[in-house]
């Protein structure tokens, strides 16, 4: 129950884990030790304990609540804070745990957000004293203040420290590598808990993608994150912004230049011509099927030119397929053992067909 209302409040999905944080930040005490059975000193009932459980609680308070919770909200991203900004459910409990204090032989079994609203709350607190269960239902006012946490001002103030540029060469940036370099910048933004990693605009050029991007540090971390799983050059240059304490400020922008060439393309490197089989890593297959890494590529051939066929007859020195396009027959030098009906990768360059054995 408890646990739906907090759910319904802060629509996330982490209420069974912060449960058990809690329970685990109401420091737990040690059941005490009993020898022999003797007698309340106050009522003579016989007990474990020096005073029986029902005359310490009608004397003593094994627990104190301050009701008044007030936790700092920030407006535009919904986050609270405890120390730092943090989600809203963390910090609430966080809070509420820091108005809650109890005697140490109070054993809590279970310290849940009962009811929650706007205003209020309830908690309800199970536990054990001296053998006997207890449960509690504390109610609380709740004050939420609205304040913009630092990295909604930066943030929504327009601030950045770095632009990453997104290019490739010679073509345009395929939907899968915008995809890619997009979840890296989110994954980095993700794990990084500064103020200042967060992307602030993405523009869209006729050239490619720049990202703007809130701390130096993290732009060049995510930069060399998509380089290496992308494939590219990336180039680092600097850019005066203003002055600030007699200081330059500077803007560094980080430039990944995506290669050419991808998977699937056809290319010719010195005298061979490749089929690039691993464009990240530069690496490709010949007319025969034999792996090469590649040195100085030249794309010949984009993919979307790269066509499956059959071969229809073969001999010594000749291959016999089918050009995908026109469906005629064409003669091409045999390379590699091909059998009749296999399928392979075919494409021209400059009017002369090639043939790559099917990977
Ligand atoms: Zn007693
Ligand atoms: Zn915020």
């Not at 006997?132 to 609205?146: A, D, H, N, S």
């Not at 500077?250 to 011509?273: A, M, P, Q």
């Not at 590649?294 to 050009?323: C, G, M, W």
Request: aromatic share 10%; charged share 35%; proline share 3%.
């Amino acid at each position: 129950m408890g646990c739906d209302l907090l759910n319904r409040w802060i629509a996330d999905g982490t209420c069974d884990r912060e449960l058990s944080k809690i329970l685990l930040k109401a420091k737990i005490s040690d059941s005490p030790i009993s020898i022999s059975m003797r007698r309340c000193a106050i009522c003579g009932a016989e007990t474990d304990y020096e005073i029986c459980p029902k005359c310490y609680l009608e004397r003593y308070t094994i627990y104190e609540f301050n009701p008044y919770i007030e936790i700092k909200v920030c407006p535009k991203c919904g986050r609270a804070y405890s120390g730092k900004w943090i989600d809203k459910e963390t910090a609430l409990m966080d809070t509420i745990l820091k108005n809650f204090t109890h005697d140490l032989e109070f054993k809590i079994l279970r310290f849940e957000l009962e009811e929650l609203g706007e205003n209020n709350g309830l908690i309800r607190v199970e536990g054990v004293f001296r053998g006997e269960k207890l449960t509690y239902e504390l109610p609380f006012e709740l004050r939420q203040k609205f304040e913009v946490c630092e990295r909604c001002s930066r943030l929504y103030g327009g601030y950045f420290e770095s632009i990453i540029q997104l290019r490739a060469e010679n073509r345009a940036i395929e939907e899968y590598e915008v995809e890619r370099a997009r979840s890296l910048i989110d994954e980095s933004i993700e794990k990084a808990d500064y103020p200042t990693a967060f992307i602030s605009k993405i523009v869209e050029r006729k050239e490619g993608i720049d990202y703007y991007i809130g701390d130096r540090n993290l732009a060049k971390k995510i930069a060399r994150r998509i380089e290496e799983e992308l494939g590219g050059k990336l180039t680092e240059s600097k850019k005066i912004s203003g002055r600030k304490d007699g200081r330059d400020i500077y803007r560094t922008t980080y430039s990944i230049r995506l290669r050419e060439y991808r998977n699937g393309d056809v290319v010719r490197d010195g005298t061979k011509i490749l089929l690039v089989t691993n464009a990240v890593k530069g690496k490709g297959v010949d007319l025969s099927g034999k792996s090469h890494v590649l040195k100085n590529p030249k794309v010949i051939a984009k993919k979307e030119h790269v066509k499956r066929t059959f071969v229809v007859n073969v001999d010594k020195s000749v291959v016999e397929v089918l050009n995908p396009t026109t469906q005629e027959v064409v003669q091409i030098e045999k390379r590699t053992d091909y059998s009749i009906g296999e399928e392979v990768l075919y494409f021209e360059d400059k009017g002369k067909p090639y043939i790559f054995p099917e990977l």
